[in-house]
């Protein structure tokens, strides 16, 4: 893994102890604490600098008894070296009352001047949560002096918060918060997704010299969601498109009963850049969507079968049996054209069977469905997968995608998105500015967009002769996720958030997006 990537990709904690392990047994262990501690040091003077000035500061350390311990104690030394006031609490102790600690760590602090406390001193500013790491097993019970910690002073977690699984992000009995974390070989996806990701508060990786040693393969990764990914899987159109090369995107929402829910989406696919817009619905939302988007195309039924290159399917659907109804003119346009893609959204989640799942993974069809939590608990208990009740997050999902074959985007203050083969995405952009009715809807309209440009562009490619590179589903379902999420936050950052303002703010920030990839090309010549 190339140090840019340390910064884009995650895996678990137990792959950066296997990735370590060779270079353990080759003696590498400790020139890799000191790397691990001297990055360490540097981002806790960078915490104090933020404050004032570095030396006459006091930092602590909770020390634990493993090489995470060891990692805070040279930290410490490296600090005391620029003034600062170092001490180390060991927070586990031998039957003599000894503290059970890294030696080496405790005797170069020693030798820098740093003192050992029982508890973090009031004039702590900084305090280094060096309790336990990877190495963490069983469960967590907070020590004494854990639980008394300055008020002001700010937590800086060696590589993981202490009681946080670096695997998954579970917290098993109790762990310290953290304001940022410092985390060593590689970003850890127990920092990013369940509880972990909201323990760790910032979280900066680090290079100790992993990278040949990490995982490749997609499903052990989670990739996060950035501008150029996001480019890279939503490109700018061809100089020489046309509408339908630019996708046509099919939506079967609303109902007379939810006719915003049309409007929205239609607003997403539009805004996110498709060439065309068709809704498929009653008169009441025709009229709603033709009103707001004179561009858009209406009818009952929707485009001809083999016109649409994504349908998106669910948001606002009312009675049962208008919705089955219309769900089931959806599939039948798919089976016509397998090619095209699918999102099912909100009613579509509750319809949708495994039977349907299978045939549509059998004709090829690229499926993602777009739950937020409950959506996700309901799917799961209805169409259930072996694996799929795991805690973690991460493991639940790809059970369910791969036993099924669709593509899944979990909606939520981080939205993940994982295909079948367990490739992965995190979208961590948004805020909870997001979270208001219909924001969904305007995000599987713009899915929609991603997913037909994607399509038409590999037709175009195929009828060209040419052998079309392929997209991973879920890195066009994070693309679209990461734009609405921009989105959001930018508006909200201009005080100015309403779910009918997002749509045309995420056509800015995908104009923007464009727009930068064209001068990147520009510049490189
Ligand atoms: N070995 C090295 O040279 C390197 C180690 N690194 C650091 O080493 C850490 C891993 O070190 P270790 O493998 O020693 O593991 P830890 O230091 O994370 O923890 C291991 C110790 O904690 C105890 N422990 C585990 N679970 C506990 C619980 N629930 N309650 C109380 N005690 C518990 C274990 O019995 C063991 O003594 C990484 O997180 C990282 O900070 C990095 O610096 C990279 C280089
Ligand atoms: N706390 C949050 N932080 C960031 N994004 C959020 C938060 N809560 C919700 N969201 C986002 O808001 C959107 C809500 O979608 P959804 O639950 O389907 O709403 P609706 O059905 O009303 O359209 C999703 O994109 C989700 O990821």
């Given amino acids: 893994m190339s140090v840019e990537e340390l910064r884009r990709v995650a895996v678990a904690g137990s792959a950066v102890r296997a990735a370590e392990a060779p270079l353990l047994a080759a003696g590498r262990g400790p020139a890799m604490m000191r790397d691990a501690a001297w990055a360490l040091a540097e981002h806790a003077a960078a915490l104090l600098r933020a404050r004032g000035p570095v030396a006459g500061t006091t930092v602590a350390a909770l020390v634990g008894p493993g090489n995470n311990g060891g990692d805070a104690l040279f930290a410490l030394a490296f600090l005391r070296r620029r003034g600062v006031a170092a001490v180390a609490v060991p927070v586990r102790h031998d039957d003599d009352g000894a503290p059970r600690w890294h030696a080496e760590g405790w005797a170069a602090l020693r030798a820098a001047g740093g ?14 949560d060096g309790m336990l790491g990877t190495g963490f097993a069983g469960e967590l019970t907070l020590p004494p002096a854990a639980r008394a910690l300055p008020r002001d002073a700010v937590v800086l977690a060696c590589d993981v918060p202490s009681g946080v699984d670096a695997d998954t992000g579970e917290v098993r009995g109790e762990a310290l918060r953290a304001d940022a974390t410092v985390t060593f070989g590689a970003l850890k996806t127990g920092l990013l997704v ?6 760790a508060g910032e979280v900066h990786p680090v290079d100790i010299g992993l990278g040949p040693q990490l995982p490749t393969s997609p499903a052990a990764r989670l990739r996060l969601a950035d501008e150029a990914a996001v ?3 939503h490109p700018a159109p061809a100089p020489d498109a046309h509408k339908y090369t630019r996708g046509l995107v099919a939506v079967a929402a609303g109902s007379p009963r939810y006719p915003g829910a049309a409007v929205l ?4 696919a539009l805004h996110a850049g498709a060439g065309m817009v068709h809704h498929a619905g009653p008169e009441a939302t025709r009229d709603r969507v033709l009103a707001e988007h004179p561009e858009a195309l209406v009818s009952t039924e929707g485009p001809a079968p083999d016109r649409a290159d994504a349908w998106v399917a669910g948001p606002g659907l009312d009675t049962q049996d208008d919705a089955r109804r219309r769900w089931e003119g959806v599939l039948s346009a798919l089976a016509e054209r397998p090619e095209a893609a699918l999102v099912a959204d909100a009613s579509a989640l509750e319809l949708v069977t495994a039977a349907q799942l299978r045939a549509l993974r059998e004709a090829g069809t690229p499926v993602v469905l777009t739950p937020h939590a409950g ?9 259930p997968a072996d694996g799929a009740d795991a805690a973690d997050p991460l493991a639940a999902l790809r059970a369910w995608s791969a036993a099924h074959g669709a593509t899944v985007l979990l909606k939520g203050p981080r939205t993940l998105t994982v295909q079948p083969d367990g490739e992965a995405w995190l979208v961590a952009d948004g805020g909870p500015e997001l979270a208001m009715g219909g924001t969904g809807d305007v995000l599987a309209g713009a899915l929609g967009a991603v997913l037909a440009a994607d399509v038409a562009r590999r037709s175009r490619a ?4 040419q052998a079309p590179g392929p997209v991973p589903t879920a ?4 693309a679209a996720a990461w734009l609405h999420a921009r989105a959001g936050a930018e508006q909200a950052r201009a005080g100015r958030l309403t779910t009918r303002t997002l749509p045309a703010a995420l056509g800015a920030v995908t104009a923007r997006l464009w727009r930068a990839g064209d001068e990147d090309g520009r510049t490189r010549g």
């Fill in 475 to 478: 890195a066009l379902a994070a």
């Fill in 462 to 465: 195929r009828r060209a002769g």
């Fill in 194 to 199: 369940g509880e972990g990701a909201a323990l």
């Fill in 265 to 268: 989406s239609c607003s997403g």
């Fill in 115 to 128: 003192r050992r406390a029982d508890a973090v001193p009031a004039a702590a500013a900084l305090v280094i």
């Fill in 231 to 233: 480019r890279a899987a």
């Fill in 375 to 383: 959506e996700w608990a309901r799917l799961r208990e209805r169409l």
